[in-house]
């Protein structure tokens, strides 16, 4: 099972907005809507900022938000903050396999 | 809260095995899966297993199917995996984390632990 595809990097200044991609397959993240995100602060264990492609968990700020069209999810940040520099994760259920696939990773820098 | 602590971790051989804890607290341990994904240095995670809340069903990612083996304690809110036939691709920090779902399975991490190194060298 490959895992999903990330862009390695995504950068903005203070108070932008950044949109981060994740790519997959019919058999994942286009097939059902167990996509999650999370972010990872460096030597942190990660913590989950969006499941079931749009839900915020409660304490996550409103300035994180998901969607999906077809095989492709997408975690959205407005408002980039210095605190949202770190690295962001996608990760779904899958029919394959392995049932479940977390994608690339993203390191988002706020410049 | 939700609290998830490994320990185990640590410097192994390989061919060798180890064993991995999480002891978990701040919920009902017996109504939710629980997944174990590993980070090697540098890496990005890879998701390893999981187990149903009841233990009777268990899924492995395919790089670790037949080595590795996970199970629970319901009546001690403790998740094992036990590593057998260890390679140096396993060197990794291995995190356990809570399904989000209870009395359902693979709906994704929610909670997760801080982790426990293991290195895999001779």
């Known amino acids: 099972q490959s895992a999903l595809t990330q862009p390695a990097s995504v950068s903005g200044s203070a108070g932008q907005s950044i949109t981060i991609s994740c790519t997959g397959t019919s058999s994942d993240v286009g097939g059902q809507n167990y996509v999650s995100w999370h972010q990872q602060h460096p030597g942190t264990a990660p913590k989950v900022m969006i499941y079931?492609?749009?839900n915020r968990p409660s304490g996550v700020s409103n300035r994180f938000s998901g969607s999906k069209s077809g095989n492709t999810a997408s975690l959205t940040i407005s408002g980039l903050q210095p605190e949202d520099e770190a690295d962001y994760y996608c990760s779904s259920y899958t029919s394959n396999s392995t049932p479940y696939v977390f994608g690339t990773g993203t390191k988002v820098t706020v410049l | 809260q939700v609290q998830l602590v490994e320990s185990g971790g640590g410097v192994v051989q390989p061919g060798r095995s180890l064993r991995l804890s999480c002891a978990a607290s701040g919920f009902t341990f017996s109504t939710y899966a629980m997944h174990w994904v590993r980070q090697a240095p540098g890496e990005g995670l890879e998701w390893v297993a999981v187990i149903s809340y009841y233990g009777n069903d268990k899924y492995y990612a395919d790089s670790v199917r037949g080595r590795f083996t996970i199970s629970r304690d319901n009546s001690k809110n403790t998740l094992f995996l036990q590593m057998n036939s260890l390679r140096p691709e396993d060197t990794a920090v291995y995190f356990c984390?809570?399904?989000?779902?209870?009395?359902?399975?693979?709906?994704?991490?929610?909670?997760w632990g801080q982790g426990t190194l293991v290195t895999v060298s001779s």
């Open positions: 984390a809570r399904d989000r779902t209870p009395y359902d399975i693979l709906t994704g991490p929610d909670y």
């Open positions: 079931e492609v749009t």
